[in-house]
């Protein structure tokens, strides 16, 4: 069987966790393949809500395995308050919950050294969540780093102790931040307890398995792809692959065992943090959107930046995933709208208008080219299906889906199950 694929197309916050969790039903594993605590996947189900750092959002599905794979890097402070989460929802995990080996662990002084590090950069800084992932990345690839597996070897605490003794000779280069490394320490050792007892595994073996035993794959993404440490708005970007290519890297399969690649649009545009962002609306309109929208991170609770749906954006993520579909999520947050405008192209430094992006968003002058749309002016809430939908709704995603060339399949109108609908072909 293949992997299907479920990312972000824009700068994450696009409504993945709730996707995830809606097909889940029709999988047998959803496996986490990059990123760590910085992902905020919020999931409602009835009056209640729940937001995940590291545990797979098929997590709510009854009989279906979540794997955190070998591309995840791992706090356990974190993922213990998550498993906190669901001991007092009554959510079975135990049996259901298996974690990578290779994956990599988040210490205290990697928490330590991402804060020291943002505010040493004062107004350069790139947005960091403070969650001690790019450290805990530098760490991987410069060979340094400290994985689940080590959790179990005898020579624990001497691998511990040196990358500790590594991270606070770094620390010397930083002015001084507040931090309490013994109290995070003793918090951190207590939590990697709990851990051990985990179902620990070597995941690229247990996936590939999977696939051979014929069983249904869901891969999750984190963040977006504009945040893809090659691809993205580069230096403005996280620190792993978060386009479809790492999933191959995060799980351990082969190029050909990708299926579907499902990418999630929210039918306008959000960002947290710093970075270039062409079609943001630093005016009445964002504020509008971010209202409406509840547009506040998940993980940060900072305020997201709102702007217009950007195709030339799109046309770059849908092109570097393979994206073979689309699920436009939030479509009820245009309710209010006469008139709902889209960036078609751009104009970069005056040249004429191209739908292609520049090497660098952060360099030159973008001027976008807009075309307006109709707005339904109406609420979709008692919309339960695509023929309750108002005609102008209709027209919209018949539009989007022409622009960006792939077909919209579904469409998220709420933020509860229930309110998601299939869209015909």
């Not at 029709?26 to 189900?45: E, M, S, W």
């Amino acid at each position: 069987m293949a992997v299907d694929v479920i990312l972000g197309l824009q700068w994450g916050d696009e409504g993945k966790g709730k996707i995830v969790d809606y097909l889940a039903k029709d999988y047998d594993l959803v496996c986490r393949f990059q990123g760590g605590p910085n992902a905020g996947h919020t999931i409602k189900i009835g009056s209640d809500k729940y937001v995940l750092h590291t545990v797979p959002s098929g997590v709510f599905r009854e009989n279906i395995q979540n794997v955190i794979g070998n591309g995840v890097v791992l706090d356990p402070i974190t993922l213990l308050k998550e498993f906190d989460q669901l001991d007092k929802s009554g959510i079975k995990y135990k049996d259901r919950l298996f974690i990578a080996m290779k994956a990599h662990l988040i210490l205290p002084t990697h928490r330590y050294l991402d804060a020291a590090s943002e505010a040493a950069k004062g107004k350069a800084k790139i947005g960091s969540t403070l969650k001690g992932i790019g450290p805990t990345y530098m760490d991987k690839t410069g060979r340094n780093g400290l994985r689940i597996g080590d959790l179990v070897s005898p020579n624990f605490k001497a691998k511990y102790e040196a990358l500790k003794e590594k991270h606070l000779g770094m620390l010397k280069l930083y002015p001084d931040v507040d931090f309490d490394l013994a109290g995070e320490e003793k918090k951190w050792m207590d939590s990697i307890e709990i851990i051990k007892t985990m179902n620990l595994i070597n995941g690229e073996y247990f996936v590939n398995k999977a696939i051979k035993d014929g069983k249904n794959v869901l891969a999750e993404g984190a963040q977006g792809s504009m945040l893809d440490i090659d691809f993205g708005t580069y230096p403005f970007v996280t620190s792993s692959n978060t386009i479809t290519s790492g999933v191959c890297n995060g799980l351990g399969i082969a190029p050909s065992a990708i299926g579907e690649v499902i990418g999630i649009v929210k039918a306008y545009c959000t960002r947290v943090g710093s970075g270039p962002f062409p079609s943001e609306l630093d005016n009445e309109m964002g504020e509008k959107i971010r209202r409406l929208g509840s547009e506040f991170g998940a993980t940060t609770g900072r305020p997201r930046r709102c702007g217009w749906l950007d195709i030339p954006q799109l046309l770059y993520t849908i092109m570097l995933n393979g994206v073979t579909q689309i699920v436009m999520t939030k479509l009820d947050i245009l309710d209010e709208f006469e008139t709902i405008d889209v960036a078609t192209h751009y104009s970069v430094d005056g040249a004429n208008a191209t739908t292609e992006l520049p090497y660098d968003l952060c360099d030159g002058e973008i001027e976008m080219v807009t075309q307006s749309y109709q707005g339904w002016n109406t609420s979709l809430d008692k919309c339960d299906n695509f023929n309750d939908l108002p005609i102008e709704t209709k027209s919209y995603i018949s539009a989007m889906s022409s622009l960006l060339r792939v077909p919209i399949t579904m469409i998220s109108s709420g933020p509860e199950r229930r309110k998601l609908m299939g869209v015909p072909r």
